[in-house]
């Protein structure tokens, strides 16, 4: 019983960490200035997306978010792709 409340409660700690981080991205994303800082503020936004939603499947024991994870960090990967292809050819 005591070592459950412990483990909820770093899962609460670590979700918390994870959501400032995506705070932090969302913030980079839109302030930019340059396509760099967008990318690397998609690729932060994707990880940390990601891990949130596999500590909440974990503290909650809901295992649909698993699926959810996977699905955000394979759109974050389509958008690195499409934003570093759409660099290199120039079009802004």
Known sequence: MH????????LTVVAVVLL???VAGLWRAVAGPTT???LTAFVL???TG????????AAADLP???DT??????LATVVVLVLRSR???GDR
Request: overall charge neutral; cysteine-free; aromatic content about 0%.
């Open 3 to 10: 070592v459950d409340v412990v483990v909820d409660g770093a």
């Open 87 to 89: 660099d290199r050819r």
């Open 20 to 22: 400032a981080g995506i």
């Open 69 to 74: 994870a996977l699905t955000v960090v394979a």
């Open 64 to 66: 649909p978010l698993r």
């Open 36 to 38: 760099a800082d967008r």
């Open 45 to 47: 936004l994707g990880t």
């Open 50 to 57: 990601t891990a949130l939603l596999l500590v909440l499947a």
